[in-house]
């Protein structure tokens, strides 16, 4: 599971350094009013399925000079990062108060019949690409599908969560930072999205040019051609430090993985006069580039946000996992503590016993042990799995459920009656309580509300990622495949854990 979230968080930052970089380059397009994309659609055009229409020789260009940079040397300032974040936020503040002056409420209220023709017929049907009109022009479903695609915008907020070390009062500063940061997050892009569809209708921002840089097109599509370039510029200085922060860690973590000895250990090599990890920075690098010039920001998007959310979702796990489990080495250390831990282990692994565990009104022990861990597992594992045929229900059959068709409905009743069945048996499991952890400086900071707040977490996630489209799901699988193939063959052998394992039983042996 490690290896997966590992490998998923490489998948991040070489998306998020390709985004980066493909909207880099849209933003320069846009300021030759976009006659190098359309130039190059001419020149090498890509007429295949799940690519981008052009190779896009800025974004390519862009990411090898940053990745010869990083392999040099080059260092991440925090002070222009923080300077080009300000500038990033205040032309997101302009955007906001100069688009008010430009606003059409009637923009959310349009009609199909207000819809041009050759926008209804661009796909051959009529509805596909212009939707319906009004404030959800593409319903529910549609609605749910973007915030699966962004879902990327809210990615990096995870960073916070390893700082617990340098904050004074985690359990405090971390879950307020996090709510903070989204917060932030949620106002910038809800205010730019509402202002962007109330100066220009939504149907006219789906051609290729405004998708790699809306905000120019917009204010020039108004007569605004100046602030168009305040804009441009504005958001070119803040994509600069945004590309550098999304492609600095992106080594860091192949080195990490590498030393670990999880990854090929030539990654690990440090250059012996730039004291970086050069080797990691030059692949990364090169497959940043890569899918840069190949894949557009939506595409990129999609496969940043499966990704992510696959992560997220094996995390929640992880964290119910633990919870549940018997941590042997922490509960002996207060055993003598407490005289109901005497009891732990006094429940044999039976048929009978792992009944009463399941079913019994009442927990058997107060704290978890290797019955309760075994039975909380498979409770995790069961609704897990009964959560992941909720939502294929919602997904697949949400025409149906809209219809109130009764056999979809009868479906997903029944399965959310045994999802409820079987959470309750999980919170009859005991847990390890916050005392323990604490006493044993596990951790100063819980989740709360297990097992709600875990399984919530997984049940959205998942909800997001079948909203993909079924071309996301197959770049996925071909990335998670790759690395599958490395851990089996290379990865398992030579990791630093299982090295640590054979010594330990050759050391046992020897002491026999």
């Known amino acids: ?22 909207g880099y380059s849209g933003y320069i397009d846009s300021l030759f009013d976009g006659t190098i994309s359309s130039h190059f659609k001419q020149w090498t055009p890509i ?6 229409t052009y190779p896009d020789p800025i974004a390519l260009g862009l990411t090898l000079a940053l990745t010869v940079l990083l392999a040099v040397g080059v260092k991440e300032s925090i002070r222009f990062a923080t300077v080009m974040t300000c500038v990033n936020l205040v032309v997101v503040v302009f955007v906001v108060i100069a688009g008010l002056f430009k606003v059409n409420i009637d923009n959310w209220k349009l009609k199909e019949s207000d819809i041009p023709e050759e926008y209804k017929d661009k796909a051959g049907n009529d509805t596909i690409d212009a939707g319906s009109g009004g404030f959800l022009p593409f319903g529910f479903s549609g609605m749910m599908s973007g915030a699966a695609t962004c879902f990327y915008a809210f990615v990096g907020f995870d960073a916070i969560a390893t700082t617990g070390e340098e904050a004074k ?14 917060s ?11 202002i962007q569809t109330l100066m220009l209708p939504y149907y006219l921002q789906n051609d290729d040019i405004t998708k790699g840089a809306p905000l120019p097109y917009i204010f020039e599509h108004v007569g605004w051609t100046w602030a168009k370039w305040v804009v441009a510029i504005g958001a070119l200085n803040g994509l600069s430090t945004s590309l550098l922060g999304a492609m600095f860690p992106l080594p860091r973590v192949l080195y990490a993985m590498a030393s670990d000895g999880v990854i090929f250990r030539f990654l690990a090599t440090i250059h012996p006069r730039f004291q970086t990890p050069l080797y990691s920075t030059l692949i990364s690098g090169a497959l940043a580039a890569a899918m840069a010039t190949l894949f557009d920001i939506t595409q990129l998007a999609d ?31 207060v055993k003598n503590e407490s005289e109901e831990m005497q009891t732990i282990n006094q429940y044999p692994l039976t048929r009978q016993n792992i009944y009463r565990q399941i079913f019994s009104g ?20 069961t609704l897990t799995l009964l959560l992941v045929i909720l939502d294929i229900q919602l997904v697949f059959l949400e025409d149906l459920l809209f219809k109130a068709e009764v056999g979809p409905l009868v479906g997903v009743g029944i399965t959310t009656l045994i999802i409820i069945a079987a959470a309750i048996c999980l919170t009859r499991q005991p847990t390890i309580p916050e005392s323990l952890i604490n006493h044993n400086s596990l951790s100063c900071l819980q989740v709360p ?30 990335w998670m495949i790759i690395g599958l193939i490395i851990y089996i063959f290379y990865g398992i052998r030579n990791s630093n854990e299982r090295k640590q394992d054979n010594k330990q039983l050759s050391h046992d042996l020897t002491d026999k």
Request: net charge positive; no cysteine; aromatic share 12%.
């Open 449 to 478: 509300w297990v097992p709600l707040v875990p399984f919530l977490s997984v049940w959205v996630n998942i909800y997001l990622m079948f909203k993909l489209s079924v071309q996301t799901w197959i770049r996925f699988a071909v």
């Open 184 to 194: 932030l997050i949620f106002m910038a892009y809800f205010g730019v999205s509402a």
């Open 362 to 381: 009442r927990r058997m022990t107060p704290f978890p042990n290797q019955l309760s861990s075994i039975v909380s597992n498979y409770l995790i594992g």
């Open 47 to 52: 007429h295949v399925t799940g690519l981008a």
């Open 1 to 22: 599971m490690a290896f997966v979230i590992g490998w998923n968080l490489i998948l991040e930052y070489v998306i998020g350094t390709a985004s980066v970089a493909r």
């Open 169 to 182: 009062n985690p359990k405090k500063a971390i879950p307020l930072s996090i709510i903070i940061s989204l």
């Open 303 to 333: 496969m940043m946000s499966i990704g992510t959310l696959l992560a997220y979702t094996l995390v929640a796990e992880s964290i119910l996992i633990i919870r549940y489990s018997d941590d042997v080495k922490a509960i002996n250390q």
